[in-house]
């Protein structure tokens, strides 16, 4: 069975930085897609930034220049550095796998839910920023 373990939230304020980590009883590089997504209370579930086997990246706009998505082989995990934390970036954030959108050129791992289709979810890690 495969398990996405996330580790690395915490409460900082605004201005901050976290790291988050995500290991993988499969590999990180084993799946097409990994990434992070968030869900804040009252919201719908988001893709927050992605990245596929090749290294190939995707952030939402709101955490573009500040967030960066990374694999770390040596220690097999999947990495989310955030920086400059938001109040706006306050929610349960989870680590999730999916199949990704074969193209001519690559494979895409889309950030929306309904493309994601992803098939392995952690179990979250809190965020919460403020003053």
């Known amino acids: 069975q495969v398990q996405l373990v996330e580790s690395g939230g915490g409460s900082v304020q605004p201005g901050g930085s976290l790291r988050l980590s995500c290991s993988a009883s499969m590999g990180i590089n084993k799946p097409t897609c990994m990434g992070w997504f968030r869900q804040a209370p009252g919201r719908e579930r988001e893709g927050v930034a992605t990245i596929n086997s090749e290294g190939e990246t995707w952030y939402t706009d709101s955490v573009l220049g500040r967030f960066s998505i990374s694999k770390d082989n040596d220690r097999n995990l999947l990495i989310l550095q955030m920086n400059d934390l938001k109040p706006g970036d306050t929610a349960m954030y989870y680590c999730?796998?999916?199949?990704?959108?074969?193209?001519?050129?690559?494979?895409?791992?889309?950030?929306?839910?309904?493309?994601?289709?992803?098939?392995?979810w952690g179990q979250g890690t809190q965020v919460f920023v403020s003053a």
């Open positions: 999730a796998t999916g199949p990704g959108v074969q193209t001519v050129y690559n494979d895409v791992c889309p950030l929306s839910l309904a493309e994601a289709e992803v098939d392995h």
